[in-house]
């Protein structure tokens, strides 16, 4: 059981190579690593060491969304062994674009950080309500909820979404993390939020270090 | 002197007796609310131009005389499905299907794209990006802006986008995936936008008088808060000579001024950019990624210069925020080569007063 095997893996992620993941998952099982190994210190590890450098920008945008396409290739081939060994995910994240606003970029590429990162992401889509975030809350039991907002005018609506969480009783259930283009820590601070990261990277970061406290 | 002659006069360093209020436009809703207000009339609430005018600004910079460089024909608008509650996916003139809501304005969430390979490039874009005579500014309309001579206002050529289009037609994630699985395809498309824009900018060209236009201007929306959505080094090596190839032509036409709208953080594309003849980044995002024009100035010096960078959120605050903005501007605008503007729309939030009071004080002040 050669360990290659898992740093090609994390290469191959790294490098968006789809088919390489497929390949190399297939040699690992066959040569019987198992599929915490496999998803852990091949795929996380590459997806972690490409947040990295995309926080660094020395990766962009398109390479991480073909990382990501790579690491979904992987785990999808992994899902069934992993249910088998009971590997838990590090935490639940909600995640949507708050009410008013359909943009989706940013959102996404968040969401893919924090899979990459180990967590099950429940993500709500776009133009999402107060109450739909709440009702997520009360059924996925999330340890974090994350809302994005893209313009001026809809940033608001994560204050909504706070105080709606507030209003269930369930705001002490859950970190709230925001992003978006017009959102700073000043307004994170102002509104409760618990954190505010300017990147995808960074907020897988402060993800792990949030379920970790 | 003129607002041209004051506007080129400040993008050229050289002196002028103040400076033109420009602006970027209004949301639709921000007009409507100004309407409700009694500010405008219904006639003016439809148009940014009256509109602005009203408010005090003299021009917008970005409108000008486009020539035609996107789908031709643009595929026919198609409701694809209902959702209720007046949502409905609907396929764009892009071929994209999108999310459409009633009274919803803002950008539309994008749901699935036609442009995805090989086969649904040849089949659906490629013959809608052919050249022909009719793409470029119709010959009545150059004889128009050339009986004007030189106008109140710069007069402007709007030449579209190298990658912005077909980023709308494949989506980011599109864009990425094809650049990933067929390196071939990816070079070609950006090739074939390139070379249209080319021939069409050619053909337009050779039937205006030389200096016709003022200044050229490109759209790109290829960037985010933090960095850009391509791969500099890839989008100057692919999109780099069509800009170089463009702009020259430009400057061989009397066209010197060479603007650019790309949102978000652009400071790992800007050096493509002013390495291939675009010299004047519009807008200057202070508000999202607090951008300013000092820095790039010091970096590249004078050859780039900046329409943008007004900070519009203060239109929803009073007199006293609107006062420590234009101090804000004051040493940016006593570096030259720039000229303040809110960067993009002015939104809903902004109250009336703030922005009539906005251009009453620039123009004492600058």
Same mark, same amino acid.
């Given at each position: 059981?050669s360990?290659?095997?898992?740093a090609?893996?994390?290469?191959?992620?790294?490098?968006?190579?789809a088919?390489?993941v497929?390949?190399?998952?297939?040699q690992?099982?066959a040569?019987?690593?198992?599929?915490?190994?496999?998803?852990?210190?091949?795929?996380?590890?590459?997806?972690?060491?490409?947040?990295?450098?995309?926080?660094?920008?020395?990766?962009?945008?398109?390479?991480?969304l073909?990382?990501?396409?790579?690491?979904?290739?992987?785990?999808?081939?992994l899902?069934?062994?992993?249910?088998?060994?009971?590997?838990?995910?590090?935490?639940?994240?909600?995640?949507?674009?708050?009410?008013?606003?359909?943009?989706?970029?940013?959102?996404?590429?968040?969401?893919?950080?924090?899979?990459?990162?180990?967590?099950?992401?429940?993500?709500?889509?776009?133009?999402?309500?107060?109450?739909?975030?709440?009702?997520?809350?009360?059924?996925?039991?999330?340890?974090i909820v994350?809302?994005?907002?893209?313009?001026?005018t809809?940033?608001?609506?994560?204050?909504?979404?706070?105080?709606?969480?507030?209003?269930?009783?369930?705001?002490g259930?859950?970190?709230?993390?925001?992003?978006?283009?017009?959102?700073?820590?000043?307004?994170?601070?102002?509104?409760?939020?618990?954190?505010?990261?300017?990147?995808?990277?960074?907020?897988?970061?402060?993800?792990?270090?949030?379920?970790?406290? | 002197?003129?607002?041209?002659?004051?506007?080129?006069?400040?993008?050229?360093?050289?002196?002028?007796?103040?400076?033109p209020?420009?602006?970027?436009?209004?949301?639709e809703?921000?007009?409507?609310?100004?309407?409700?207000?009694?500010?405008?009339?219904?006639?003016?609430?439809r148009?940014?131009r009256?509109?602005?005018?009203?408010?005090?600004?003299?021009?917008?910079?970005?409108?000008?005389?486009?020539?035609?460089?996107?789908?031709?024909?643009?595929?026919?608008?198609?409701?694809?499905?209902?959702?209720g509650?007046?949502a409905?996916?609907?396929?764009?003139?892009?071929?994209?299907?999108?999310?459409?809501?009633?009274?919803?304005?803002?950008?539309?969430?994008?749901?699935?794209?036609?442009?995805?390979?090989?086969?649904?490039?040849?089949?659906?874009?490629?013959?809608?990006?052919?050249?022909?005579?009719?793409?470029?500014?119709?010959?009545?309309?150059?004889?128009?802006?050339?009986?004007?001579?030189?106008?109140?206002?710069?007069?402007?050529?709007?030449?579209?986008?190298?990658?912005?289009?077909?980023?709308?037609?494949?989506?980011? @994630? /599109?864009?990425?995936? =094809?650049?990933?699985?067929? #390196?071939? %395809?990816?070079?070609?498309?950006?090739?074939? +936008?390139?070379? &249209?824009?080319?021939?069409?900018?050619?053909?337009?060209?050779?039937?205006?008088?030389?200096g016709?236009?003022?200044?050229?201007?490109?759209?790109?929306?290829?960037?985010?808060? @933090? /960095?850009?959505?391509? =791969?500099?080094?890839?989008? #100057?090596? %692919?999109?780099?000579?069509?800009?170089?190839? +463009?702009?020259? &032509?430009?400057?061989?036409?009397?066209?010197?001024?060479?603007?650019?709208?790309?949102?978000?953080?652009?400071?790992?594309?800007?050096?493509?950019?002013?390495?291939?003849?675009?010299?004047?980044?519009?807008p =200057?995002?202070?508000?999202?990624?607090?951008?300013?024009?000092?820095?790039?100035?010091?970096?590249?010096?004078?050859e780039?210069?900046?329409?943008?960078?007004?900070?519009?959120?203060v239109?929803?605050?009073?007199?006293?925020?609107?006062?420590?903005?234009?101090?804000?501007?004051?040493?940016?605008?006593?570096?030259?080569?720039?000229?303040?503007?809110?960067?993009?729309?002015?939104?809903?939030?902004?109250?009336?007063?703030?922005?009539?009071?906005?251009?009453?004080?620039?123009?004492?002040?600058?």
């Open positions: 059981m360990t290659e095997i898992l090609n893996l994390s290469l191959a992620v790294q490098k968006g190579r088919k390489d497929e390949a190399l998952i297939a690992g099982l040569e019987d690593f198992t599929a915490q190994q496999l998803l852990e210190d091949g795929l996380l590890t590459g997806m972690n060491l490409l947040g990295v450098r995309f926080k660094n920008n020395e990766v962009f945008v398109p390479e991480v073909i990382a990501a396409r790579a690491l979904n290739k992987g785990t999808l081939l899902k069934t062994q992993l249910v088998e060994e009971g590997v838990k995910p590090i935490g639940t994240v909600v995640i949507g674009t708050v009410q008013g606003d359909l943009h989706d970029i940013g959102k996404n590429l968040v969401r893919m950080m924090l899979e990459g990162s180990g967590f099950q992401v429940i993500d709500l889509g776009v133009d999402v309500a107060p109450e739909t975030f709440v009702e997520a809350v009360r059924e996925h039991k999330p340890q994350a809302l994005s907002a893209l313009l001026t809809t940033m608001g609506s994560q204050r909504g979404v706070i105080e709606a969480l507030e209003g269930a009783g369930l705001r259930t859950v970190k709230v993390m925001i992003g978006g283009a017009p959102i700073t820590e000043a307004y994170a601070n102002e509104i409760g939020a618990d954190a505010y990261t300017a990147d995808a990277a960074s907020a897988a970061q402060m993800a792990k270090s949030l379920v970790a406290a | 002197m003129n607002n041209r002659e004051r506007a080129m006069a400040a993008l050229h360093y050289e002196p002028y007796d103040h400076l209020v420009v602006h970027f436009g209004y949301w809703e921000t007009r409507q609310k100004f309407l409700e207000e009694g500010h405008i009339t219904a006639e003016e609430a148009s940014d009256l509109t602005a005018l009203r408010q005090g600004f003299d021009f917008e910079w970005s409108a000008g005389s486009g020539i035609n460089t996107g789908l031709r024909p643009g595929f026919a608008r198609e409701v694809i499905k209902d959702l509650n007046g409905r996916h609907v396929r764009n003139g892009d071929g994209v299907v999108v999310l459409e809501r009633e009274g919803a304005t803002s950008i539309q969430q994008e749901i699935a794209h036609l442009l995805v390979d090989r086969s649904s490039w040849e089949a659906h874009y490629k013959p809608r990006l052919q050249f022909s005579a009719e793409r470029g500014i119709s010959q009545t309309h150059i004889d128009a802006l050339a009986a004007k001579e030189k106008g109140e206002h710069p007069t402007g050529i709007f030449i579209g986008s190298l990658y912005g289009k077909f980023r709308d037609w494949a989506g980011v @994630t /599109g864009t990425s995936y =094809i650049y990933a699985d067929d #390196e071939d %395809l990816y070079a070609e498309i950006l090739n074939t +936008l390139g070379e &249209l824009h080319y021939q069409v900018l050619e053909e337009t060209l050779r039937r205006c008088p030389k016709l236009f003022d200044f050229a201007h490109f759209w790109e929306d290829i960037c985010f808060k @933090t /960095g850009p959505l391509v =791969i500099p080094s890839v989008f #100057e090596e %692919l999109v780099g000579p069509h800009y170089k190839r +463009l702009t020259d &032509l430009l400057r061989a036409h009397g066209t010197t001024i060479v603007s650019l709208d790309c949102d978000g953080c652009i400071d790992s594309l800007l050096p493509v950019w002013l390495q291939n003849g675009v010299n004047t980044m519009f =200057i995002e202070v508000g999202t990624w607090e951008a300013e024009i000092a820095p790039w100035r010091a970096k590249y010096g004078r780039l210069r900046g329409v943008g960078g007004m900070n519009k959120n239109f929803a605050l009073d007199f006293d925020a609107v006062d420590a903005e234009i101090e804000r501007l004051r040493p940016l605008v006593a570096l030259g080569g720039y000229i303040p503007c809110p960067d993009h729309r002015i939104p809903p939030t902004a109250k009336w007063e703030n922005v009539v009071y906005y251009c009453k004080r620039m123009r004492e002040v600058f």
